[in-house]
């Protein structure tokens, strides 16, 4: 079970066992004090409204034609609905219709399912704008609606989504800056905004995500300079920014991510030297500088990580020990010291190495 699914699982658990005391007080409130069955009746009745938030999903999405749609629209319980999780007391915690063929905009009355824990849209035909009200969803761990055709800015509601431990918006076509209220969830661990059309620099705000394992926004048209406030990201393990057009020097702050594995900056416009400092990634085993406009020599210290794929093509660098790693197809032997640029000889495609 994966860390959503426990904290799911954990939270019914809880719910369960509040709904049980509350079952109890109306028991005794029958013989006692009327009132209280009717308000426990009143609260079921808001329970159930959940169906209503559903039934809204399923017209807004085409939902006669999704590849799975059993149990939808039927008398049956909602817990029994396809991709559909309830706590005891009936509330809707998981939606899970991923690839399941969901043509049309999300509905805003998502937003009103407010013990919602997991939601994931992902792999469907979903265009429009993402609703605001997704930001009501206080208690959401897992948002991925990533592979749609979602238009428009990342709302900064989404800020509002404190306990989020992953949000997933890539391959959509979403536009404009970044928040940077995104910086305000302090849970999460995995953040993936890459194939949209984001634009505007990468807010320092990032910084404040300490828990962050996973940061991907390759594939937009995001500008200005790495931030060297991500160097901060002590739990991060991959980093992709490739294929925008961040210029200016690789930040040394870079070399603080002691936990980084991936480091892809590949297709920007960075240029001046690789910093010395990246060889205290001890970690590192992949790193891709390809196509920026990088100079000088690989550092040397470079040679004693444990890199296993390095990449290098469409740089202007002439000089420095590599040493000896996996390129492309096989294992290439550098040799130790390389004097005075690339041997035309060893300038191949599977090189990744600009000839001088």
Known sequence: MTEGGEQIQATKARNKSVWIRIAILSAVGCGIVGGITIGVIA????????RGKLVA???????ANWKEN???????PIEEWYGVTTEDNGRVVELALADNQLEGEIPPQIGKLTSLL??????????GRIPVELGALEHLIILDLSKNQLSGAIPAE????????HLDLHGNQLDGNIPYELGDLASLEGLGLSENQLDGAIPTEISNLSNLTYLDLHGNQLEDTIPQELG?????EVLWLSENQLDAEIPAEIGNLSNLTHLDLHRNRLDGNIPAQLANLENLTYLDLRWNRLSGQVPPELDDLGITLLLLEGNQIHSGRIGEVEIGNGDVDFGDVIEGGIEAGLCLATLFLACP
């Open 118 to 127: 997991s939601l994931s849209l992902a792999g469907n035909q979903l265009y």
């Open 43 to 50: 609260l079921v009745g808001t329970f159930d409204s959940d």
């Open 158 to 165: 989404i800020g509002n989504l404190l306990n989020l431990t």
């Open 57 to 63: 999903l399923y017209e807004a999405t085409d939902g």
């Open 70 to 76: 059993s149990r939808w629209l039927s008398d049956a």
């Open 232 to 236: 901060s990201l002590a739990s991060l």
